[in-house]
């Protein structure tokens, strides 16, 4: 991340008051502002990567070493995009989590990326 992103994703995070019991709204309304602003609009609509289709021989048909390399290459690049998007969705949880009052955090420190995914 540039320098002057990261200044600009600091000041838009500083904005987003402390979720207390009366400010939901406007944590709610901050809270987007930053995500769309820091660039995690993408997370936020939860638009995951969708994988390539790859194309398995069938049964009994032997495949060269040349032809699985694009299967093997798309495998790997489908592998490092997702691991992108779970680290950009765990900066953007971490974000918002950080303006959380103490209660609040404690309600959600448990919950990891991971559960989110899960509908957990």
Known sequence: MSESLDIKSTSALERVPILESDNWAEFHRRAEE??????????YNDEQPEQPEIIVPGEGISETEEA???RIQLTTEYAKV???YNAR???ACTAIRSRLNVNNHAMVENI???SLENGR
């Open 34 to 43: 930053y995500i769309i602003l820091a660039g995690y609009d993408d997370v």
């Open 68 to 70: 699985r390399a694009p």
């Open 82 to 84: 997702i691991r992108t």
């Open 89 to 91: 969705m765990k900066r």
């Open 112 to 114: 990891t990326v991971g």
